[in-house]
């Protein structure tokens, strides 16, 4: 089988080779947008165009467009395709970066990082929100409730939720803070999202938490979210470990 057949992925196609083919996706939708090739709004060519252009497999394309779609590049709208995000692009991003020092990174320790940081973030975003960053927030709720049958597709609105929180707080330095742990959550939660049982609970908990904020109540927004990662690290707590690794749990809430 050649090495970078469409269908067929290289072998190295492991945790360090996927990383690799994600950022093949990433550098390529760069090129597209510095070109002027793609604006913001354009929707991206069909899926099978992109895998064959850059021969790759579908599933690393959609791996790619997904991480880019999670770190707000691109928006995928539900039942119309993936576009791209009318906002800045975020392509340069410290999130992008980071990434590979991130990858070491023990699931305790991102959630006691999260639950030190976030808790205190949501509390400013009560606090400093735009009507912009509460329609945001509300949309993203909206998408997470439309995707509750597509856990990958959930994932992304799901971190796309905490990243508008961090952007509402006002403050560049946690925002920059939260993007780092957003791309690793983000990296490590996709190969695990598809076990998630309970992602009615988990939209639940994000519509309490945007409402907090909506209401201007930071010391509920604050409460709210510790709230929401405590029952997410509790369930990872009790999940049994993945196979072949005995230090990694498999995380079955969405976040």
Do not use: C
Request: no cysteine.
């Amino acid at each position: 089988m050649p090495k970078n057949d469409p269908q067929h992925d290289s072998p190295e196609t492991t945790l360090s080779g996927h990383s690799q083919l994600t950022m093949q996706v990433v550098d390529h939708v760069r090129a597209l947008v510095a070109s002027g090739e793609l604006k913001p709004g354009d929707r991206l060519p069909p899926e099978r165009e992109l895998a064959r252009s850059l021969k790759i497999s579908r599933s690393s394309l959609r791996a790619g467009i997904g991480f880019l779609a999670a770190m707000g590049v691109l928006k995928s709208r539900h039942g119309a395709g993936t576009f791209v995000a009318t906002g800045p692009p975020a392509l340069d991003s410290s999130s992008l970066t980071v990434l590979g020092a991130l990858h070491g990174f023990l699931p305790w320790q991102m959630f006691e990082a999260r639950l030190t940081i976030e808790a205190s973030v949501a509390a400013l975003a009560a606090e400093r929100a735009t009507n912009d960053h509460l329609a945001e927030l509300s949309e993203e709720v909206a998408e997470m409730y439309a995707s509750m049958d597509d856990p990958q597709e959930y994932l992304i609105h799901d971190i796309r939720f905490h990243r508008t929180i961090a952007r509402a707080s006002g403050n560049p330095i946690l925002g920059a803070l939260m993007e780092t742990i957003t791309a690793n959550l983000y990296e490590n939660r996709r190969a695990t999202v598809d076990n998630s049982s309970d992602l009615k609970e988990s939209a639940e908990m994000h519509r309490e938490i945007y409402r907090a904020i909506r209401s201007r109540n930071p010391d509920a927004a604050r409460k709210t979210m510790e709230q929401h990662l405590n029952l997410a690290r509790m369930a990872q707590a009790t999940e049994p470990q993945q196979p072949g690794d005995p230090n990694v749990p498999v995380v079955t809430q969405a976040s």
